[in-house]
């Protein structure tokens, strides 16, 4: 069966500090990969997503950037966190049906 | 623009309650919509329906796809504390061809159960 992991769970970081969240599925072969965001409150947005090894496609220009090095992995990276980037950042992937599944998340607060 | 818009925004109910949820949707290149359910967490997956009229149902969950009308209500019947989580629906659809299936999120309804 599928399984997709993500760490760190939570992150406390400061302003201006990098940043990267890494995600890797197991189960299954050249998924799908996503990204997205949720602010407290809010529903989830899509930051990023991937269909291949080196493949990103990018949804919201912001301060975030991914890499997908591996078929199973995928990274959320930036260089200098601004406040606005605290949130719950999510990982999903989808094979062959629509459905998307999700990682356990990583909440990160930029203070 | 894509968008999905949820209502209620929030609901609060007793126990034994039955509740509908309504999600409307304006999107490119429909494929399907699906509902979760977050517990202060991740979302789980609730359903998918790709049809109209046919309704998919899971113990006291249940769905219904209008396609002509761009709408689907998630209804819960007697409600359990257990409930209580945020639904999200989310049609499945490609923003171009070549692009990867993408699900656009609405922004939830919150539901409290209350004993």
Request: one cysteine or more; a neutral charge.
């Given at each position: 069966?599928?399984?997709?992991?993500?760490?760190?769970?939570?992150?406390?970081?400061?302003?201006?500090?990098?940043?990267?969240?890494?995600?890797?599925?197991?189960?299954?072969?050249?998924p799908?990969?996503?990204?997205?965001r949720?602010?407290?409150?809010?529903?989830?947005?899509?930051?990023?997503y991937?269909?291949?090894?080196?493949q990103?496609?990018?949804?919201?220009?912001?301060?975030?950037?991914?890499?997908?090095?591996?078929?199973?992995?995928?990274?959320?990276?930036?260089?200098?966190?601004?406040?606005?980037?605290?949130?719950?950042?999510?990982?999903?992937?989808?094979?062959?049906?629509?459905?998307?599944?999700?990682?356990?998340?990583?909440?990160?607060?930029?203070? | 623009?894509?968008?999905?818009?949820?209502?209620?925004?929030?609901?609060?109910?007793?126990?034994?309650?039955?509740?509908?949820?309504n999600?409307?949707?304006?999107?490119?290149n429909?494929?399907?919509?699906?509902?979760?359910?977050?517990?202060?967490?991740?979302?789980?997956?609730?359903f998918?329906?790709?049809?109209?009229g046919?309704?998919?149902?899971s113990?006291?969950?249940?769905?219904?796809?209008?396609?002509k009308?761009?709408?689907?209500?998630?209804?819960?019947?007697?409600?359990q504390?257990?409930d209580?989580?945020?639904?999200?629906?989310?049609p499945?659809?490609?923003?171009?061809?070549?692009?990867?299936?993408?699900?656009t999120?609405?922004?939830?309804?919150?539901?409290?159960?209350?004993?």
């Amino acid at each position: 069966s599928q399984t997709i992991h993500q760490w760190p769970a939570t992150l406390v970081q400061p302003v201006g500090s990098p940043l990267s969240l890494e995600c890797t599925v197991e189960g299954t072969s050249n998924p799908n990969l996503y990204w997205y965001r949720q602010a407290a409150g809010r529903g989830l947005q899509l930051l990023f997503y991937s269909v291949g090894i080196g493949q990103i496609s990018s949804e919201v220009p912001q301060n975030l950037s991914a890499s997908r090095p591996q078929d199973r992995q995928f990274i959320l990276s930036s260089k200098k966190l601004l406040l606005s980037d605290s949130g719950f950042y999510l990982c999903a992937w989808r094979f062959a049906g629509n459905e998307q599944f999700f990682g356990p998340g990583t909440r990160l607060t930029v203070l | 623009e894509d968008k999905v818009v949820q209502s209620p925004l929030s609901l609060v109910v007793h126990e034994g309650d039955t509740v509908t949820l309504n999600c409307s949707y304006e999107v490119t290149n429909f494929r399907s919509l699906l509902w979760y359910k977050q517990e202060k967490k991740a979302p789980t997956f609730l359903f998918m329906l790709t049809s109209s009229g046919i309704e998919k149902k899971s113990g006291r969950l249940s769905s219904i796809l209008d396609k002509k009308e761009l709408f689907s209500i998630l209804n819960i019947t007697a409600t359990q504390t257990g409930d209580s989580a945020v639904y999200l629906c989310a049609p499945a659809h490609d923003i171009s061809s070549g692009s990867a299936r993408q699900l656009t999120f609405g922004s939830g309804t919150q539901l409290t159960v209350l004993p």
